[in-house]
């Protein structure tokens, strides 16, 4: 969606800052919201492409202007509310009302070790042939869906070289909206600044971003 | 629990406690396993796994192509298997090219060896402007680059997460693996600065 955080090109939100204490957390609350969001992935209620679906969905100023752990926390509550897990008046007292519903799993502190090493590989069985290979010029597709997408704004309409055949990996559009994982080829195509940005481009530097066959067209066809 | 069991603490905080507290009775989430996921961040994975790849490719030209043909398995052979990090791209930077990595998306980015990403990488300030103008992202960290180099920024789109490896400083000759680990910094294989020169000894 042409949400807020596909931010890629726009301007005025000033220079790249950092924190001069260089701390994984800015508040003792930002880590467990990340160790909540993190657990609550083993409840197996989603999967990470509805939850940056649910995170792009947050209004564009709040998604813009909101501290990012609060992000993560304001989507999986969305995410939560989505499936009946909580309901919003339990939100708002924090206090139990209704019974749980069941889940896949409660992550176990002594389970934590083995669930983060084994992570979730994204590629899957190939099926068939890559319709692009290295070298091709390749076109991206001019598609402003409402629902979650990849394919970032600046970087639709656009002509491009492939120069990486990835692999066969879970298609993050149909994903994210529990339409089936759709694996599909992904490519790594590398595009000009000059064709990105025209005058503010130049010829020399790239951008590349990663994208499934569904974005890419041949552009002689 | 009502937040005036937690007055010293800030609203969000308390809000942060309060939903914890409920999700804990609601069966989600153990809150021994949230600690447990806080300290894996905090002290196990995080730069220095990074920086042992880096280290290792300077001295040990096998494990370097490898790393040039499959990061992944290469990446994978020293243990660093665990979440977002399960298809890695390394890029090499050298004179003729520099490498930039950022997620205009989102905040997409190689936590098995570098650990959470700093704030600066998932704020809007870095995720709009890396793509349309790399070299004044650059200039925020205090480098100038030359207009001869080329800089390829890569917008992590996928679960492709990218491993920049930065050209071994100058005047380390000889140093050990671990040693040469030390000059490794995080924005070095982010892209936003460079492997520290070792001081020279008079």
């Not at chain 1, 099926?127 to 597709?141: E, K, N, R, S, W």
């Not at chain 2, 043909?69 to 890695?88: F, K, P």
């Not at chain 2, 004179?95 to 950022?102: M, S």
Request: with cysteine.
């Amino acid at each position: 969606m042409n949400g807020g955080a596909d931010l890629g090109g726009m301007m005025g939100f000033g220079p790249v800052v950092e924190n001069p204490k260089d701390a994984f957390f800015d508040a003792p609350w930002e880590a467990r919201v990340l160790g909540i969001v993190v657990a609550l992935g083993a409840c197996g209620k989603w999967s990470i492409d509805m939850s940056r679906a649910a995170r792009e969905s947050l209004p564009p100023a709040d998604y813009m202007s909101l501290p990012y752990y609060i992000i993560w926390l304001d989507a999986a509550l969305n995410l939560m509310l989505e499936r009946g897990m909580i309901t919003q008046e339990e939100i708002d007292t924090a206090t139990l009302q209704v019974p749980p519903v069941p889940v896949a799993r409660t992550l176990a502190a002594a389970d934590v070790e083995a669930v983060l090493g084994a992570g979730a590989p994204a590629n899957r069985p190939e099926q068939g042939q890559p319709l692009f290979a290295v070298g091709d010029t390749v076109h991206t597709i001019n598609n402003h869906p409402q629902a979650h997408t990849r394919m970032a704004r600046y970087a639709r309409d656009k002509r491009g070289t492939v120069t990486k055949v990835h692999g066969f990996h879970v298609f993050a559009d149909s994903n994210a909206q529990g339409t089936g994982e759709n694996p599909q080829w992904l490519y790594q195509v590398t595009f000009s600044t000059r064709t990105l940005w025209g005058d503010q481009g130049n010829d020399i530097d790239t951008v590349t971003l990663d994208l499934w066959e569904s974005y890419l067209k041949d552009p002689a066809s | 629990m009502t937040s005036h069991d937690h007055s010293h603490l800030t609203e969000t905080e308390a809000r942060v406690r309060a939903l914890e507290s409920l999700l804990s009775e609601k069966g989600y989430i153990d809150s021994a396993a949230v600690d447990e996921i806080v300290q894996t961040y905090e002290t196990k994975i995080g730069p220095q796994n990074g920086a042992h790849v880096v280290a290792k490719s300077w001295t040990d030209p096998a494990f370097r192509e490898w790393l040039e043909t499959d990061s992944t398995a290469a990446i994978h052979s020293l243990g660093y298997t665990s979440r977002q990090g399960e298809h890695i791209e390394a890029v090499f930077n050298s004179d003729a090219t520099h490498h930039l990595v950022v997620c205009t998306l989102c905040s997409c980015y190689p936590w098995s060896v570098l650990g959470l990403p700093p704030s600066w990488y998932k704020s809007p300030p870095f995720r709009s402007k890396a793509v349309i103008d790399p070299r004044g992202v650059l200039e925020d960290f205090g480098i100038s680059m030359p207009a001869t180099t080329k800089i390829e920024v890569h917008d992590s789109t996928s679960e492709m997460r990218y491993l920049v490896i930065p050209q071994r400083p100058a005047g380390t000759q000889g140093w050990s693996s671990e040693d040469l680990a030390q000059l490794v910094t995080r924005n070095s294989m982010i892209g936003t600065g460079f492997a520290r020169t070792p001081k020279v000894s008079s």
